[in-house]
Structure formats: structure tokens, C-alpha cells
């Protein structure tokens, strides 16, 4: 999958940590690309590309080589949210575990653990396989699964043993202080192994009732990520075909594999249409072009795949009420 993404909660969590650390956290957010003003926006989503940015920016301005490590201490717990309700309204945390996995998606695209329970309980996977997955995201992030864990057993789940696929960035004795349990490092793949006690841990919130309204909108959550993955699929394919003019419904929907009457049905569910994501397309891309290039008119024209440029001309004054050279003119200035 491309253009794989994180829950926005993610970045909020790290956000609060950083200013319990002190560290300027605005500008860590704005040196891996997003802009602080939007922590507060709805189903937000942030590029899981960007964690390297973020990391580096996080140790420069912390001066803290294990800055990750820290950050995971001071987080606050991942709570309030539809997987934690999942685990609670579950009968037991072995239950609440096992259903929390098959919904991962929710909180980050690339990071899915995988949970077995022999020879010892064990959740692994993770960080083995995505190349922006940093030693100091692991560190944090198995921090917060355990605070987690933690907290919907009400402090009955305790680690054996943590096993990392990186170097350590510290001492060993900072590292035991942290997870209070022995933590490895350089192994294969990262795993975190636990009692076996734990999974029949009976929750004091179990109701079926509840359990199956909160599969529910998980459900829901979980085909709201489907439809984007459909809208950002014909989005790349728009642009393979743009300058071609072969910008059809069905070319679009015979390069990903579908019918277009299928396309057409499906996009209908997700809110949108053909037309529109082209016309957003095309929008975005003229202005991108007008704004930051002097790529002359009649080759945005092509680029932007009108075949004619009055055609272009009535589209764009359609969106932005002023014609390309005036937009450009004006951006300029």
C-alpha cells in the first residue's frame, strides 16, 4: 500500500509528551511536515513517511539521543478512543486482545503486531518490516501498547521481556528502569512477551451489548479508511494518466483491477465521484503549477490534460474567480 498513514491520535499523544519533556513540540510537528494548527482537526490523518522528520527534529531540538524512550514515559495513556472500548467491553483481556488486532488499521496502516500464545504469550512484528519505522518510535510506541495494557487491566499486566530489532540508544539499566522488565536488543524481529495469566484477566466492564455496538463503529471506521484507499488509488492513477488524456472512468477502472460500473458504485458510497476527483485533480495540479513554476500556459494546459485551452481557461475561472495569468500574477506578488 502507498501513502500508508497514522491515527492522528498518535501525533497528538507525542505532541503532549514532547511539552512534558520541554521540547518545543510546534516545531518538531512543523520540521516533519504538519502544521500544529492541524492536532485539533477531525479523522485526522498524518503521512507515516514523515516519522523519520519528526524523530530527527525530536532529538535535535530535545538534545536527547534516546529521545523516544522518554517521550513514551511522559505520554499520557492512549484513552477514550473506539479500541480501548473494544478491550474493555471484551471479556477477558485475552479476548479484548485478539479483537484489538483485527482493527489495528485504526490507528496506523504500517504497524500491525501480531499476537501467539505458545510457548508464552507474545505480541510481535511491528517494526521488522517499514523502513520509517525508527528505533525511537518502536521504543515509544511499545510504551504506550504496555500503558494501555496496563490500564484496562487496571495495572494486573506486567512484561517478562521486550525484544527490539535495533540498537539500544541508551544504557541497559535506563532501559530496565523504564519497562521494569529485561529488554533485549538486535534480535530479528521486536516481541513483547507477557504472562499467560493475563489473557483470561476478566474485564469489569464486559457487556455484550456494548462489545457489539463498539464492533460496529469500528466496522464503520475501518470502511471509511477503504473508501479512502479507493479515492487515493484513483488519485495516483489520474496522475499516470493525465497527460495522456486518458483520464477515463474506464481506464481508471480497468488499471485497478475493477469494473466501472463497480468504480462508479463505490465511489458513490464513499461521498464522491469520477468527475469530482478529477476536477480536484486537475484543480489542485493547476495551481501547484501557476504557483510554483514558469511553466508557460499552454504546457500547463497539457500537463493538467485539457485538450484545449479555452476549456482550461473556463475551468479554472470556475474554481478560483480570476483567470490562470491573473492567479499567477497575483501569487507572485
Not at 25 to 32: F, H, N, P, W
Request: net charge neutral; glycine share 6%.
Amino acid at each position: 500500500m502507498t501513502g500508508l498513514t497514522d491515527s492522528g491520535t498518535l501525533v497528538r499523544l507525542a505532541h503532549t509528551g514532547l511539552l512534558a519533556l520541554g521540547v518545543d513540540a510546534d516545531e518538531v510537528l512543523r520540521r516533519s511536515g504538519l502544521d500544529p494548527a492541524e492536532l485539533s482537526r477531525e479523522n485526522l490523518r498524518t503521512q507515516f513517511s514523515a516519522q523519520p522528520r519528526f524523530w530527527n527534529a525530536a532529538v535535535e531540538l530535545s538534545g536527547d539521543p534516546c529521545i523516544g524512550l522518554h517521550l513514551g514515559e511522559k505520554m499520557p495513556i492512549y484513552k477514550g478512543q473506539i479500541l480501548e472500548y473494544l478491550f474493555l467491553s471484551s471479556q477477558t483481556f485475552g479476548d479484548g486482545l485478539r479483537r484489538v488486532v483485527s482493527y489495528q488499521r485504526l490507528i496506523s496502516d504500517a504497524l500491525h503486531g501480531q499476537v501467539t500464545e505458545t510457548p508464552s504469550p507474545c505480541l510481535t512484528s511491528y517494526f521488522s518490516e517499514h523502513r520509517y519505522a525508527t528505533s525511537h518510535l518502536a521504543e515509544a510506541m511499545v510504551l504506550g501498547l504496555i500503558k494501555v495494557f496496563q490500564a484496562v487491566t487496571n495495572g494486573a499486566f506486567k512484561p517478562d521481556l521486550v525484544v527490539f530489532n535495533h540498537a539500544p540508544n541508551t544504557n541497559l539499566a535506563e532501559y530496565q528502569r523504564i519497562f521494569q522488565c529485561p529488554v533485549e536488543f538486535n534480535a530479528p524481529s521486536f516481541q513483547l512477551f507477557f504472562p499467560s495469566s493475563i489473557l483470561g484477566y476478566k474485564s469489569l466492564y464486559a457487556e455484550p451489548e456494548l462489545l457489539n455496538l463498539h464492533i460496529q463503529v469500528a466496522d464503520q471506521r475501518l470502511a471509511i479508511l477503504l473508501q479512502q484507499d479507493l479515492i487515493n488509488e484513483v488519485r495516483g492513477q489520474l496522475g499516470a494518466l493525465l497527460e495522456s488524456g486518458e483520464t477515463t472512468l474506464a481506464n481508471v477502472a480497468r488499471r485497478i483491477g475493477v469494473t466501472p460500473r463497480h468504480l462508479r458504485h463505490q465511489l458513490d458510497i464513499a461521498g464522491t465521484s469520477f468527475q469530482r476527483l478529477l476536477n480536484e485533480y486537475r484543480h489542485r495540479l493547476a495551481k501547484r503549477l501557476l504557483s510554483q513554476t514558469d511553466e508557460a500556459i499552454t504546457e500547463i494546459v497539457y500537463l493538467t490534460g485539457f485538450s484545449e485551452p479555452s476549456t482550461f481557461y473556463r475551468a479554472f475561472k470556475r474554481w478560483e474567480g480570476t483567470t490562470p495569468i491573473e492567479y499567477r500574477q497575483r501569487r507572485s506578488r
